[in-house]
């Protein structure tokens, strides 16, 4: 793939910040319509291509397993909606439960959903989804 140095720079920068426009200033690009250069650019098939190939490359040197990442957020999601005792002034347990971090679970959860594919339009239709917990894993209830 023959690609001019600022080329290359604009896809390096493209790839860290996903803004077309900026990418095109800081690899040294003076064109009028940055808007509309920017689409071109995008549309080029080389720059494409060395785009995919650039973020395969990055990913690759992760090292990161999907099933890791799902089964991180699984455990997040599951450590903070179990529940906890609520203490009185003295330590003493009231007899109510609260949740840890109903915020951390749900941003858990919604990473999970996109990093599954899901989306809300898919909800919003009525498809049914099961969550599923390192808790409940298992070949029966998938």
């Known amino acids: 793939m023959n690609l001019t140095q600022q080329q290359k720079v604009f896809i390096t920068e493209y790839i860290k910040t996903l803004d077309a426009e900026s990418s095109l200033k800081k690899a040294g690009y003076k064109q009028k319509n940055l808007k509309d250069f920017a689409n071109k650019m995008l549309s080029n098939k080389k720059i494409i291509e060395a785009i995919r190939v650039q973020l395969q490359n990055q990913i690759n040197s992760l090292m990161v397993h999907k099933g890791y990442v799902v089964q991180k957020l699984l ?9 906890e005792d609520v203490l009185d002034k003295d330590g003493v347990p009231t007899g109510k439960k609260k949740l840890r971090d109903t915020s951390a679970a749900l941003k858990a959860l919604e990473s999970l959903c996109k990093y599954l594919g899901f989306n809300s339009k898919e909800v919003q239709e009525g498809f049914s989804t099961k969550i599923i917990t390192i808790s409940n894993l298992d070949d029966e209830k998938i």
Request: proline share 0%.
């Open 75 to 83: 455990q997040i999601a599951e450590f903070s909606l179990q529940e």
